[in-house]
């Protein structure tokens, strides 16, 4: 067998263990749990936006996964800050209706 027949099945060998199907030790829902979100490294805001994307299409109430809890001084400066920047991100991106027509408070 030549040098170069042996190096072209060599190849074609390698290639194709490349390209076998993996099989995954978790599913789809257990990667999308906020549990196992969290122990992965990402922030609970992350965990919390993927298991409300989640319940949405299921068609399942939307509820905040962690209580966030600002006393009235903190709470008065976001809402400050969030009035004058548009496009910060507040809690209430999250956690309100989405309507199909545009509204005053999707500003």
């Known amino acids: 067998m030549g ?26 829902d ?10 992965s490294g990402f922030s609970e805001m992350t965990a919390e936006e993927i298991l409300i994307m989640k319940n949405r299409v ?15 001084f903190v709470r008065f400066w976001r809402n400050m800050y969030g009035y004058i920047d548009p496009a910060w991100d507040t809690d209430e991106r999250l956690h309100h209706n989405i309507q ?5 408070k999707d500003l």
């Open 100 to 104: 199909p027509s545009p509204n005053w």
């Open 3 to 28: 040098v170069m027949k042996r190096n072209f099945v060599l190849l074609v060998a390698l290639c194709t263990v490349f390209c076998l199907k993996a099989n995954a030790s978790v599913t789809p």
């Open 58 to 72: 299921a068609g399942k109430s939307v509820e905040p996964l962690y209580d966030k809890s600002h006393n009235k």
């Open 30 to 39: 257990q990667v999308s749990d906020p549990e196992y979100l969290i122990n």
